[in-house]
Structure formats: structure tokens, C-alpha cells
């Protein structure tokens, strides 16, 4: 059974319990966790410019937390156009 929380808008939203309210920063897991898909398509999403860029902390690769949010909410556009790519 997926667990559900509403947003600001009374929308119900499910898997937003997975990522700790009190954390600015989400690990690819978490990130995953809201998308509902892998870590893998996480990184996809990234690099092909569909979703926001993650922050780059030495070897750790992190994303704001508000930032991906905001981004599901808007309803996950895309987020930059990337040279080269198929249309």
C-alpha cells in the first residue's frame, strides 16, 4: 500500500513521504523514490536536461529538495535544451 500526502493545493500526491522533510539536499535515491522510477532513469532524466541539474559535492551528487519539488509540481518539464539532441 503507497502512502499519500496532499500538497498545497489539497492534490494528493503519493511517495512525497519518502524524501525527510527537514533535508535541504536529496540523494538519487530519494530523488527516485518521488519519481517512482531507478536511480538509473534518475541520471538520464539529469543528463539529458529534462529535469533539474543535480549539485555536484565532490563525489557526491545531491539535488535541492524545493527545487525537485517545485519541478513535480510545475508537472516536470523540461528544464534546459541540450545541444545535439534528438528532437
Given at each position: 500500500?503507497?502512502?499519500?500526502?496532499?500538497?498545497?493545493?489539497?492534490?494528493?500526491?503519493?511517495?512525497?513521504?519518502?524524501?525527510?522533510?527537514?533535508?535541504?539536499?536529496l540523494?538519487?535515491?530519494?530523488?527516485?523514490?518521488?519519481?517512482?522510477?531507478?536511480t538509473r532513469h534518475v541520471y538520464r532524466l539529469a543528463d539529458g536536461g529534462k529535469m533539474p541539474r543535480p549539485l555536484k559535492l565532490g563525489a557526491l551528487v545531491r539535488w535541492d529538495r524545493r527545487t525537485v519539488l517545485d519541478w513535480i509540481d510545475d508537472g516536470c518539464p523540461k528544464v534546459r535544451v541540450v545541444k545535439g539532441a534528438k528532437r
Open positions: 500500500m503507497q502512502a499519500t500526502t496532499t500538497n498545497t493545493t489539497g492534490e494528493r500526491i503519493a511517495g512525497r513521504e519518502s524524501a525527510p522533510a527537514d533535508s535541504a539536499l540523494d538519487v535515491e530519494q530523488v527516485a523514490a518521488l519519481l517512482r522510477c531507478s
